[in-house]
């Protein structure tokens, strides 16, 4: 059973092309975790969202998805970012687009210990602030602001699956929480 929404522009390539590519290509994506700052430019809370998977369980997640072609980064971001989160979320992206890392997942476990069971995928890891009302769409049933002690409460990080509680752990320790 696939619980995933329909994209309405899926970009260059039909669900076959993209099934297809995904088997032979690393695919590119963007990963985004939104968060609240203070006046000092503190993480004060940690937005994550709720899906339900394939198997229709109820999953932690962060803002994901590909880079069409000929769009960039950037573009990626902002596209992604409004898509999950709703129009008025207002997303800060950062003067340069450099992700805090980049996360590569394999269909198989791997060193990285981080696995998509569809792809080989490289995705750009951000930490995006915002500013607006967040009111989640498409696949996202729900956002939940917490603060960054509890984003790396070990309960919550196992609602994580394929490795993201540890690309959680890494983008917190990028903003000095955890170490």
Request: aromatic fraction near 8%; charged fraction near 20%.
């Amino acid at each position: 059973m696939n619980v995933r929404t329909p994209d309405p522009t899926p970009g260059w390539l039909s669900e076959e092309d993209l099934a297809q590519a995904r088997s032979h290509l690393p695919m590119v994506y963007v990963e985004a975790i939104p968060v609240r700052l203070d006046g000092l430019g503190y993480v004060t809370e940690v937005g994550l969202l709720l899906q339900a998977n394939d198997q229709a369980e109820m999953i932690r997640t962060f803002v994901s998805g590909r880079v069409m072609y000929r769009e960039t980064v950037r573009a990626a971001l902002i596209r992604h970012l409004e898509k999950d989160l709703g129009p008025f979320a207002m997303p800060q992206l950062p003067a340069s687009p450099v992700p805090f890392t980049i996360a590569e997942y394999f269909p198989a476990p791997s060193e990285t210990e981080l696995t998509d069971d569809r792809q080989h995928a490289v995705a750009l890891a951000y930490i995006i602030p915002v500013t607006g009302e967040c009111n989640p769409r498409q696949d996202a049933l729900e956002l939940t602001w917490v603060s960054p002690q509890e984003a790396l409460s070990p309960g919550l990080l196992n609602e994580f699956t394929g490795g993201r509680g540890n690309l959680l752990r890494q983008a917190m320790a990028h903003v000095c929480w955890g170490r």
